[in-house]
């Protein structure tokens, strides 16, 4: 199987809070992080947060770290239309020959 | 600051023949990832670079290929085009090998092979 899944698809209505959800296999992870790519673009990092963390909070996102189970998500309140766009989470380790690993991607859909 | 660069955004290519793609990353940056984006593979690694060597290698074919010059820029060339090279392919700078930062992604290049 995958080493970082994420579901494909999450609809919200615009002004409601969404949340993307990550699990990952990898207990070595060190950094977990949070992608937006918006279409016709490259990835552009979020947040991301270290694994020896529970929470982390950047304005209208909220990352949430569940270490014991591998999971992660990603709470984007009062979500707008500007915020349509694929999310991608991604797991990752400093030094060493690692290669980062990213899930397929969440396409979040924000309709009015 | 600029961000990542790279050229050119658009290509169409010929079965059989070869490309090359060039990629800037941001000033200061030593570190250059390669990926390659697809609908039905997602985001795959293809290689990183550091100080002009490679240092970790996807699993993809030797027709991959990619080098670093002194300037940190990289470019990465494809040979024996297939159809399914068909992809988006990004590029992402750090600023050291394997830092916690995160990379910072270019816009891609948008490859077509017909």
């Known amino acids: 199987g995958e080493d970082v899944e994420q579901s494909l698809f999450l609809s919200v209505r615009e002004g409601d809070s969404s949340v993307i959800n990550c699990t990952y296999t990898?207990?070595?992870?060190?950094?977990l992080y949070w992608y937006k790519q918006e279409p016709g673009a490259g990835l552009q990092l979020l947040t991301y947060?270290?694994?020896?963390?529970d929470m982390k909070q950047d304005q209208r996102l909220t990352v949430l770290l569940n270490k014991k189970d591998k999971h992660l998500s990603l709470r984007i309140a009062d979500t707008q239309t500007g915020d349509s766009a694929i999310y991608f989470c991604?797991?990752?380790?400093?030094?060493?020959?690692?290669?980062?690993?990213f899930g397929r991607g969440t396409s979040l859909i924000v309709h009015p | 600051k600029a961000g990542v660069t790279q050229t050119p955004r658009y290509l169409i290519k010929t079965r059989g023949q070869q490309v090359t793609l060039s990629c800037s990353p941001i000033?200061?940056?030593?570190?250059v990832s390669w990926y390659q984006q697809t609908p039905g593979q997602g985001l795959q690694f293809l290689f990183e670079?550091?100080?002009?060597?490679?240092?970790n290698k996807g699993n993809f074919p030797g027709r991959f290929s990619g080098r670093q010059f002194s300037n940190s820029r990289s470019e990465m060339n494809v040979s024996t085009l297939e159809l399914g090279d068909s992809a988006l392919y990004l590029c992402?700078?750090?600023?050291?090998?394997?830092?916690?930062?995160?990379?910072?992604f270019g816009s891609g290049t948008r490859l077509t092979v017909v």
């Open positions: 947060i270290f694994s020896n963390m």
């Open positions: 992402a700078s750090n600023l050291e090998y394997r830092g916690s930062g995160g990379y910072t």
């Open positions: 991604a797991e990752g380790r400093t030094g060493g020959s690692y290669i980062p690993t």
């Open positions: 000033s200061g940056h030593r570190s």
């Open positions: 990898d207990s070595s992870s060190t950094y």
């Open positions: 670079y550091f100080s002009e060597t490679q240092r």
